[in-house]
Structure formats: C-alpha cells, structure tokens
C-alpha cells in the first residue's frame, strides 16, 4: 500500500526515506568512514546533509596555474576525532569543539608541487589524538603552497603566519595560554612556526621544525626564518640536508639521523622517480611519527660532527644525567630544562637508525686493546646471540679503525633489536685486501658495552687472536676490573 498520497493530502512533504531508512543509518553513523556527514535539522523539519570540512584536494594542473592563498583551519579533539571543525568560518567563541583551556597542537604543511595532501597527514592527527586530549589544528594552506614556482609559496608563508596570529589572539582573548600552545611545522611549514613564534617573542611554548625548507632561507637572519629563539623550547629533525633542507642548526637542540642527508632506504638515483626527491625531506616526519608510536626510544648522542660520533667520540651522556641520552621526537622536550641551560642554548644530537619503522637502532661499544707491535688497520664485524639462539649483525656502516699496540679503539656498533642477555658474541677481522699477507689481531681484551642501555653489564674476552677473514665466535665473560684469571677464560669456538 503506498501510503504517500495520504501524507500529501493531509499537508505533508516526506520521503520514505526518511521515515524508514533514517534509524538504519543513525545506527551505522560510527562506522562512517572519516568523510563523514552531519544530519543537521532545517526550518522546514528535514534533515540536511552537512559535508564536514576537508583537507583542500588539488591536482598538478592547479599547480601549474596557480593558486591564491586561501587558509582552512581544521580543529580535531577526541569528540569531533572524524569530522573537523572549520575555524577559518567564525570567531573561536562561537566554536562548538575549541576549549581554550587546553594544550592546542598545530600541524602545518610545507609546499605542496602536486596539490594533493601530504600522505601522513590522517597518520599524525590519529596517534596525537591518541597520545593526549587536546585541540589539534591542522594548518590547511594548500591553496597558496600549491604551485611549481616554489618562490610563490615561500612568499606565502608569513601571510599564513599572520592568519594564524589572528586566530591565537582570538584563543588568548577566550582564556588561552601561550604556554600550551605546540607547532609542528613540515619543511615551510616550520619557517611559519618560527615567525608565528616571533610574533608572541617567543613566548610559545614548543615549537617541533621537520626538515625546515633550506632554498630560499638558507643564509638569512633569525628573524626571517626558524630560529631557537621563536619558542621556550626548539627542537629540529633535519634528513635532508643536502637538497631540500637546512643544514645548520636552528634550534635549542637539532638532530641529524644518519648525519642528515642521505637516509637508509631512500632511493639514491633520480632514476626511481619523485621518490628520489622526496623520501630524505619526508624521513623526518616518519621519524616523528615513530616517536608518537612508542615501540621503542630514538636515543640521539650530542656531537660536534657526525663523522666524531662514526668515530665513537660522543656517547657521553652525563651533562643529562640522571637522565638518559636524549630521544628524538615527540618527548624531546622531557630534555627541555638541560638543553636551555647551555650556553649558547644550541645542541646538535646524531643518530644512525634503521631503513624502516620503528627505525630505532641499539648502540653499543665495541671496545678493544691489542698487543701487536706493528699498526693494524680494517674493519671488525660483529654478530651477537641470546639465549634463544637469535642471531643479529651490526646494522651501521663503520668506518676502518686503526689498532695501536696497548691503545683502546672504540668502535660504534648498532642492532635492530636489543638483546637483554647475550650468550654469545662473534667477531671477524678484515683490512679488505685482496693480496699481501694475511694479519692477524692480537687482542688482550675486547669489552662490549651498551650505551642504548648504561646500566648493562659489560661483557668481556681476554687474550686471544682473531685472524684475518676468520669468524671468531666466543662466549663472554662478565669484565673484570683488574684483568682475569686463567680460570675464568672460556673456550673460543671458531
């Protein structure tokens, strides 16, 4: 029975789609994708569809345009976590999702020469949303930073920043505190932070630069670029130093995964396409990422130079002591109060990691004294076992070390995973020379020693030789202070 020429008789304008359909879809409304709509009711008693805002989506032929500045301001928060919140359309007190009182995040972009939006993005809004429960605002300028002609968007990006004040004004105005406020900015997108920052003299409370833009900013002074001075606390993770970022530092402490520029797994010709120009300038944001998950520490070493902590030469920790080394990323700031306290407040922190999540890579020392009279040059490799009988390599690429008699050499070493005990330790000497003698390395004590984890025991092995291309594989003793016993020596097992 169609029962709508009742309906119309009496006055009525219905669909029965709404009248049977709507319970249906009211029930299935948290299974919606992250385009989700809101049902919102008009005068004449209808539902209206409401699109909730999105991230500007534009293509290569937008780039090759142009495109004018326009900015969307896309507030999150664990009650509106799939549906934004359109800041740039009202006053912040007339905001339904804002609480002012809040810590308030803000993730800004870089240039964007396809148009379409950054591939992390949706990754970066869900794990902060779910570290902390806060205002997240994501700094939608791809109208404006979308174009080939990089030098447009570079120009843009103090317009944006003026934008951005207009809102904070707004937020102090309803209760906010600089204090609480966090950018997180993506190649331009951290030169923004730095004059937002510069605007409030640098009373923000942190502000996180993801490998800052170096064209354009390279060379100039602090106040038209990112500088540690735009926040109470700076901090910068730099992975492309060589094309697309900034090589010098520019915050109150700068890291420098696998020192800076070429990153494990990225692409090394242009022959593997936009990845080669894109994979080192983005690392920094997966590292970042990383940080967010948790699944392990990025512990980073204060150095002068990467080629020094290659050498071993900065594994020392103790100007943070109690704490630890510090870790790359969103907990970076838990080192706040030691870092500032430096004079000049600038520290620069290196790190190898690995090709791939959670990049985290654990470091050791190995250690060693030799005896033979004529210097000894090459390389050790080194394989360690746990009681398992799990085997691991050494993941970093070490330079050759030179063996002086009754001299200690210290050589760097990382794993991709840290063994709680090790049962066994395997080491293989090599000068890589294809002709001349054989060497051999005599050894009086070779000590491993973790620096991921101090508090480790250090594993020794005393008096014994390793001969040129020979894997030497041993089981190693808790170190001795005053040298070891005849008693104490296990048997080699080559």
Same mark, same amino acid.
């Given at each position: ?8 008789? &009496? ?96 993730? +800004? ?14 990754? +970066? ?9 806060? $205002?997240? +605002? ?56 730095? #004059?937002? =920052? ?6 923000? =409370? ?26 109470? #606390? ?38 593997? =396409? ?37 050498? =071993?030469?900065?594994? $020392? ?51 060693? +004294? ?19 009988? $799990? ?6 690429? &070490? ?29 293989? #000497?090599?000068? @890589? ?19 991921? @984890? ?14 040129? $291309? ?25």
């Amino acid at each position: 029975m169609d029962i709508r020429p009742w309906f119309q008789r &009496c006055g009525f304008s219905l669909d029965l789609n709404e009248l049977f359909l709507w319970p249906v879809v009211e029930k299935r409304r948290p299974h919606l994708s992250s385009k989700k709509i809101n049902m919102k009711e008009s005068s004449r008693g209808k539902y209206a569809e409401k699109k909730c805002p999105e991230f500007t989506d534009l293509s290569l032929g937008n780039a090759l345009t142009g495109t004018d500045l326009k900015v969307q301001l896309l507030l999150y928060t664990r009650q509106n976590q799939n549906c934004s919140e359109n800041l740039s359309e009202h006053n912040v007190i007339a905001s339904s999702s804002l609480n002012t009182t809040k810590k308030t995040v803000f993730v +800004i972009h870089g240039y964007r020469p396809t148009g379409s939006p950054p591939v992390w993005l949706n990754d +970066i809004k869900e794990l902060l949303l779910a570290l902390e429960d806060f $205002n997240l +605002i994501i700094v939608d300028w791809n109208r404006g930073a979308t174009t080939v002609i990089y030098p447009t968007a570079a120009h843009n990006t103090k317009k944006v920043a003026y934008i951005l004040k207009k809102l904070i004004d707004q937020m102090l105005a309803d209760g906010a505190s600089l204090d609480s406020i966090y950018m997180i900015g993506v190649s331009l997108g951290a030169h923004i932070a730095g #004059f937002v =920052g510069q605007m409030y003299n640098g009373k923000l =409370g942190r502000i996180t630069g993801l490998d800052p833009a170096g064209p354009l900013f390279t060379g100039k002074p602090p106040d038209e670029r990112l500088d540690h001075t735009d926040a109470q #606390f700076v901090d910068v993770i730099h992975t492309d130093i060589d094309a697309f970022g900034f090589r010098k530092p520019l915050g109150n402490i700068d890291f420098y995964p696998n020192g800076g520029a070429d990153q494990p797994g990225c692409p090394q010709t242009i022959f593997s =396409g936009s990845k080669y120009f894109k994979c080192d300038h983005q690392r920094s944001v997966y590292l970042f990422l990383s940080s967010l998950k948790r699944n392990c520490n990025i512990t980073t070493y204060p150095c002068d130079s990467y080629s020094n902590f290659k050498k =071993g030469k900065c594994a $020392n920790c103790e100007d943070f002591h109690p704490a630890s080394c510090p870790v790359l990323g969103y907990y970076a700031d838990l080192w706040k109060k030691q870092l500032r306290k430096k004079n000049p407040p600038e520290t620069t922190a290196y790190l190898d990691t690995l090709e791939q999540e959670p990049y985290c890579m654990y470091n050791y020392f190995i250690e060693i +004294i030799t005896w033979n009279k004529s210097v000894r040059r090459g390389l050790i490799k080194i394989k360690i076992t746990d009681y398992s009988g $799990n085997t691991i390599d050494s993941h970093m690429k &070490c330079e050759p070390t030179t063996f002086l008699q009754y001299r200690q050499a210290s050589i760097l070493v990382g794993f991709n995973q840290d063994f709680d005990k090790i049962s066994r330790i395997s080491l293989t #000497f090599s000068t @890589n020379s294809l002709i001349g003698p054989k060497y051999k390395l005599r050894i009086i004590r070779m000590r491993l020693r973790s620096i991921t @984890n101090p508090a480790r025991l250090h594993l020794c092995r005393y008096d014994f030789v390793l001969p040129e $291309n020979i894997e030497v594989t041993f089981k190693p003793i808790p170190c001795q202070k005053k040298g070891v016993t005849a008693s104490e020596k296990e048997p080699l097992l080559t």
